[in-house]
């Protein structure tokens, strides 16, 4: 059967589909028979208080780790690095939507020892920031379960997975060990992730994928995860390669702010954006966004996400020893 | 050669961070009783561990490698003078005896005996997934977290993530036959307008030459700043020229962006040739220490905060036998006067020198080379016979004398003194 799915025809790609949601099926079984966990006492502490917690932890991840690993891999599309996990022997790989992007894409999945392996990419998610890539090459894949990210509890242990800067040859995947901080859209641990880590699985202490990497804010503590149990409830939509979601109307200045400035200090503008137009340039220090003062990256955030696209607003500017007053009308975001 | 890599992104939630942060405080690395659950492993270590100082700034940490003074500590931000703080409290001015560049060590001697020495394991018994601390000179330890990847050589084709605050030229390096050669010129950058062009030879950066390997011209710019203006002395086919480039600011990167959300980076954060990669998140000025398993046993010296996800340390497995060397003089510390970033201090008015003065300074310099050139061997025989390899107390009777004789001679005593120093 493996042979037959993994042929790239159009029919045999219906049959492919069927029999993942076969295998969805009994992965579905397995969760409920999960066998008693023997997850240490200290796992369940606000923190590990003594040597032997640390130890006790330590054995249990290693543990776990012995069983994951192998089944990080790393997607390289053109020059973009992100990373994945394969989640059946038939080789679907999760990965995050602004990974794959969109269905029917070549991608090259990159397994944990180095070996490059052809991938296609099937369905995505943009609102949850969920895709699936399949694995197009026959071969015995070591592979990770799908757990469940519902009901999960505040403090609760979990290891990140991933590639981050991209696949890096001689370097296997990258581990990190945290706790989840909070659930609802999004999981968030402080298990530091970055850039190429995207799409990457975040396991629990059963050793079953929960969560996939998917965005990061600037506190080590804030690194969001896809909640897995939404790759379970749109499963087929995913696997028919449908793409759906995608980002409102945002409004769109044309900006980059200094990111080591205290204030609005401009160190970009885009040609032909917005802000371009409305002749802002860079090193101006913006003062005030629509009338309201704004002295960070976050306030202006803020007051932009209450815009939309065609809007029109004032800015208040230093310029040198100036102050000036431009009008400026918010645009959408090329894609 | 640097790779160019444009990351598959993760979606920066730059927005709505501050409340999240907020949240699971009990759960996290700052939790005091966390910390303190490693107290007992190193305790140890830190009776070792020393803070280092460097023009009176605290820059790194170091470790005791040898009870009559030897300290071992990062070299990247030292910069002379160098002191060494004790654990009781005790400071003492260091002298700079070794430095191996590649691997960022710098060996360090302190007038002190009876010390008490950080032993070196071996990082292979430490797998993926084990806690490992940074011990400090406090009670509890100053970061803590997991084996990421376990110790690997590094095939380093660039920096992982160059510094985003240093200065920027614009320019992509390969090693060739003839020397460091410029396969790219970014347009509109310092390099642009400096008239770099592509295939041509750099032959020293700032007066020193440089390596055939991209990474180390790398790792110089890595210490310069936007605004400053480097000297280059190039080869064009045939005529070699010297340019001045302004660098500048570099220009945004996602990657190093992202990096750079949370926490402080290390000036230096790549081309290590062997490194141990863990999640803890190390203060770059605590970077030098002593990195700890559960078992008490020192596997490595850490050396760069590197990224978001990532803190290195150089595996004790690829120390011990660099030790020897770095004790022998074979591996000396950079001139002072010759560091990049230093400004340059008072240069001789003319370098002109007629002909009875040149033959006088070859003699001079012909003598150092040699004096010199025998160094690693006295090192070693000291080193074999267990005897202390520097002699600072020696050392300083002898500069003292050769200070009065120059004040007799009038002669600046201070460059005598450093003249004898660099020499001997």
């Known amino acids: 059967m493996r042979t037959v799915i993994n042929r790239p025809s159009g029919i045999v790609r219906v049959l492919s589909i069927c029999l993942l949601a076969a295998c969805m099926a009994l992965h579905g079984r397995a969760w409920a028979d999960a066998p008693p966990k023997s997850i240490p006492k200290a796992f369940e502490k606000e923190a590990p208080e003594s040597l032997e917690d640390l130890r006790a932890i330590q054995g249990h991840v290693r543990n776990v780790l012995s069983r994951v690993t192998a089944s990080t891999v790393g997607v390289r599309m053109g020059p973009s690095f992100g990373s994945g996990v394969i989640i059946n022997k038939e080789g679907v790989v999760l990965t995050a939507g602004h990974v794959s992007g969109t269905a029917g894409r070549d991608v090259e999945i990159i397994l944990h020892d180095g070996t490059r392996l052809k991938g296609k990419t099937l369905g995505v998610d943009k609102d949850r920031d969920s895709g699936l890539i399949q694995i197009t090459e026959s071969g015995a894949w070591t592979y990770a379960d799908m757990g469940k990210s519902a009901g999960m509890k505040r403090g609760q242990w979990c290891v990140a997975i991933g590639h981050p800067g991209g696949f890096r040859p001689g370097r296997t995947p990258v581990v990190r060990l945290g706790r989840l901080l909070n659930s609802d859209k999004y999981l968030q641990t402080d298990c530091a992730i970055v850039g190429g880590d995207s799409g990457g699985p975040l396991f629990d202490m059963d050793g079953k994928v929960i969560g996939i990497h998917s965005r990061i804010s600037e506190p080590l503590t804030v690194n969001l995860h896809v909640p897995i149990d939404t790759y379970r409830d749109t499963w087929e939509k995913l696997v028919k390669g449908e793409v759906w979601g995608g980002p409102k109307a945002v409004a769109y200045m044309g900006i980059q702010l200094d990111p080591d400035a205290k204030n609005c200090r401009v160190a970009e503008v885009s040609p032909g954006s917005p802000a371009d137009k409305a002749a802002l340039k860079v090193d101006d220090v913006l003062l005030a966004f629509d009338g309201k003062k704004v002295a960070s990256i976050n306030e202006l955030g803020t007051l932009l996400r209450g815009k939309r696209p065609g809007n029109e607003v004032v800015l208040q500017v230093r310029r040198g020893a100036e102050t000036l007053m431009l009008r400026l009308v918010l645009g959408k975001r090329p894609v | ?424």
């Open chain 2, 1 to 424: 050669m640097y790779r160019h890599i444009c990351f598959a992104i993760l979606g920066l939630a730059v927005f709505f961070g501050d409340a999240l942060a907020q949240r699971g405080k009990n759960f996290l690395r700052d939790n005091p009783r966390f910390k303190s659950a490693f107290r007992q492993i190193v305790a140890k270590p830190a009776e070792g561990t020393v803070r280092v100082l460097a023009e009176g700034k605290e820059v790194a940490l170091g470790i005791v490698v040898a009870s009559d003074g030897w300290i071992l500590t990062k070299a990247h931000d030292l910069s002379q003078p160098i002191e060494c703080r004790l654990k009781d409290g005790r400071t003492f001015a260091a002298s700079w005896v070794g430095h191996h560049k590649d691997h960022d060590l710098a060996l360090l001697r302190i007038d002190a005996e009876g010390l008490p020495v950080v032993p070196l394991a071996d990082s292979k018994d430490t797998p993926v997934g084990n806690w490992v601390a940074c011990a400090g000179m406090g009670e509890h330890p100053v970061a803590f977290g997991v084996v990421s990847v376990a110790a690997r050589t590094v095939d380093s084709k660039g920096p992982a993530s160059a510094n985003p605050r240093a200065g920027y030229l614009g320019i992509a390096l390969e090693s060739s036959p003839d020397g460091l050669r410029i396969s790219q010129i970014i347009p509109k950058s310092a390099a642009d307008k400096a008239n770099l062009k592509v295939d041509d030879i750099i032959l020293t950066l700032e007066g020193r030459p440089v390596s055939r390997e991209p990474q180390e011209f790398i790792a110089r710019m890595q210490k310069t700043r936007p605004g400053q203006t480097v000297k280059l002395h190039i080869k064009r086919t045939d005529v070699e020229l010297d340019i001045q480039a302004k660098l500048e600011k570099r220009p945004f990167n996602r990657g190093d962006f992202q990096n750079a959300l949370g926490s402080d980076l290390s000036n230096r954060r790549s081309g290590y040739p062997v490194i141990l990669q863990f999640d803890g998140v190390l203060k770059p000025t605590d970077c030098g220490g002593p990195l700890v398993n559960l078992d008490g046993q020192v596997i490595g010296l850490t050396i760069s905060r590197a990224g978001r996800t990532e803190t290195y340390a150089i595996p004790a497995e690829t120390i011990k036998p660099l030790l020897a060397d770095l004790k022998s003089g074979k591996l000396p510390p950079p001139k002072e006067d010759a560091r990049p970033d230093r400004k340059s201090k008072a240069a001789p008015k003319s370098s002109k020198l007629d002909k009875d003065e040149r033959g006088a300074l070859d003699a001079l310099l012909s003598l150092m080379h040699r004096r010199l050139a025998l160094m690693p061997e006295v090192a070693r025989a000291k080193w074999n016979a267990g005897l202390p390899v520097a002699d600072p107390v020696r050392e300083r009777a002898f500069l003292d004398a050769i200070a009065s004789q120059a004040k007799d001679l009038r002669a600046d005593p201070e460059r005598a003194r450093r003249f004898f120093r660099d020499a001997a």
